[in-house]
């Protein structure tokens, strides 16, 4: 999953583009399903691969985000302790993603001394420039358990008239949506021991953010106007400022999480909101002792960030707030790509139900995972909700895949692996008349005109309309292959099929490459029956040229080199073994365990 060699780490280079990216960190509650895949790591991942193809210095970090409620609850939930609960987690998010070919530099985690000590160190500055207050809040308290019981400790009756649900959490009411506090819960009682808990006062620290509301402004000006920020996340943000800064509490009465360096605090731990995003530098510290390169160089770094539009606010305002106010030279966030939600059938995807379909239900289907990539990225929520559903996954497989992309490669490479007489034995004709080859002139003029597309799209962040872009390029192939048809021009015109063919096969290599950030293994395959290393072929870098080549298309691949075994790249996805994925992927998994048992 590392792209890096061992003891080789990534720093920024001068004069290079350097290019740091995020995903937001996955929390150790549950195995990732495909709402959180697409939204965080899947669309970091494809952006992170692009930069790599195009000659950019890329270092792409994430982890799971392992401190807080939700831990201690799953915790408690399954019997074991909070770092139990995270190596089991840990491991199972690590296995998802390696599996759906997800190129992290480094994955790490929260829960090190490296995330410790960095988040100590910002408070401890925010404590000395007087960005931070105390105050006291009502919680409810167990005598029992002699605890101060965060909201996800809680249960009760929801105080919203009509809804009647009995289990609301103290954060949420999951029947009505309503947001809580655990103050507010009728009949309120405690998860641990069942006990009554009562009301009492507790002290805790607060980010002054309307004191730091001029200079949040000032960021968020500037970097939403030379950056590249995704409409909702200028809308959540912009709600968030006229609505109205207001103190938020960085403090919690928790066991597990980064302790509070301070003695009238010593047994409180820091918030999650506070301690998570801080993650993105303890994670680059665990991978580097030189972290401060990458994120205390703003003039030679560029950051961009990848998550779900619910983590919006938590990264164009609090996490901005707490570096500026640290005083230091922080790279700072100017780029951001929030996603919308990723809807399940008729319902919505939730690791708390677990509903949905999930990384390792994913892999349980036998469908590769470049299949998976490609759905999911060509049907990713950019600017609304998008709906997951099987039927959808077998269209854009069997249309798009399979018989578009597929199609075109292997009618190509399967025509130049037939024997002379009938093909060209595999080895790569000479093409001299492309130039003067209307047809052939005309693809190309096409083709160069899409590449162009797709790096404005792609530069912007705009991955489903890259892709898109990408599969144009197929379908102009195809229609190419059938305007030449070229099977009559083998007897009748042997030097225009030859050109037809070396300019094809162009083609199949440029859609290798432009396809590698979405679909790695895909286009590892076709390089591989091209007859082609990976490693030095993947590359599309105007410092070395290639995007101005690739308007040559059968210039790409020179004459007499021979390809490699062919064998069909997708095979068809039935109607039968989708109905089976529907219902076997129906209900919850709690449901799911038992129709199996």
């Not at 809580?180 to 819960?185: C, I, R």
Request: with cysteine; glycine share 6%.
């Amino acid at each position: 999953m590392s792209s890096t060699a061992p003891g080789k780490a990534k720093v920024p280079v001068a004069g290079r583009r350097n290019v740091l990216v995020t995903s937001a960190l996955p929390y150790v509650n549950n195995v990732p399903h495909l709402g959180n895949i697409i939204g965080c790591v899947l669309s970091a991942d494809v952006f992170a691969r692009y930069c790599r193809l195009r000659g950019h210095n890329v270092l792409y970090v994430c982890g799971t985000d392992e401190y807080g409620t939700a831990t201690e609850n799953k915790a408690l939930e399954e019997g074991c302790s909070p770092l139990e609960i995270c190596d089991k987690y840990h491991a199972i998010h690590k296995e998802v993603y390696e599996w759906f070919n997800i190129s992290f530099d480094h994955f790490g985690r929260t829960s090190t001394p490296q995330q410790t000590e960095i988040c100590q160190s910002i408070f401890h500055k925010l404590l000395d420039n007087n960005w931070l207050s105390e105050n006291t809040m009502q919680q409810l308290y167990c005598k029992s358990c002699q605890r101060f019981l965060a909201d996800r400790f809680v249960v009760g009756s929801c105080p919203v008239e009509g809804c009647g649900n009995d289990t609301a959490r103290g954060d949420q009411c999951d029947r009505c949506g309503r947001l809580l506090n655990s103050t507010e819960l009728i009949d309120p009682r405690c998860k641990v021991c069942e006990g009554i808990p009562v009301v009492r006062d507790t002290d805790h620290l607060f980010l002054e953010l309307p004191l730091l509301k001029e200079k949040l402004e000032k960021y968020i000006d500037e970097a939403s106007a030379t950056g590249s920020w995704s409409q909702n996340a200028v809308r959540i943000t912009d709600a968030w400022l006229k609505e109205g800064l207001k103190p938020r509490c960085i403090t919690r009465d928790l066991k597990w999480g980064v302790p509070v360096p301070h003695e009238k605090y010593k047994d409180k731990v820091f918030y999650v909101w506070f301690d998570a995003p801080i993650g993105y530098i303890s994670i680059t510290a665990c991978y580097t002792p030189e972290w401060e390169k990458w994120w205390k160089n703003p003039e030679n770094v560029e950051l961009y960030q990848f998550m779900g539009k619910d983590n919006v606010p938590f990264h164009t305002v609090m996490f901005p707030s707490a570096l500026l106010g640290t005083g230091e030279n922080w790279t700072l966030m100017k780029n951001i790509s929030a996603t919308e939600y990723l809807n399940y059938e008729s319902g919505k995807f939730s690791k708390t139900k677990g509903i949905g379909v999930f990384g390792n239900d994913a892999k349980a289907t036998n469908i590769p995972a470049d299949v998976w990539r490609y759905y999911l990225l060509s049907n990713r929520p950019e600017a609304s909700d998008a709906v997951f559903t099987w039927g959808g996954l077998q269209i854009k497989h069997n249309n798009e895949l399979l018989k578009n992309l597929g199609n075109f490669i292997y009618r190509v490479l399967s025509f130049i692996a037939k024997p002379e007489g009938a093909g060209y034995g595999s080895i790569i004709p000479e093409a001299p008349n492309a130039d003067i080859h209307p047809l052939s002139q005309s693809l190309a003029e096409t083709i160069g005109n899409l590449i162009q597309q797709y790096i404005d799209a792609m530069d912007k962040v705009k991955l489903k309309q890259g892709l898109k872009i990408a599969m144009a390029i197929s379908s102009e192939g195809n229609a190419y292959l059938q305007e030449s048809q070229f099977w009559k021009l083998y007897k009748q015109d042997p030097a225009s099929c030859a050109t037809v063919m070396k300019t094809s096969v162009g083609v199949v290599y440029l859609l290798a490459c432009l396809l590698e950030p979405f679909m790695p293994s895909f286009s590892k395959d076709v390089l591989q029956q091209l007859n082609l290393c990976p490693n030095e072929h993947i590359s599309f870098a105007d410092e070395k040229g290639e995007s101005d080549k690739a308007k040559r298309p059968w210039d790409l691949i020179p004459s007499n080199h021979r390809i490699g075994k062919i064998v069909p790249l997708f095979t068809e996805l039935k109607d039968d073994a989708v109905g089976s994925f529907r219902e076997t992927f129906a209900g919850s998994q709690a449901e799911r365990n038992a129709r199996a048992n």
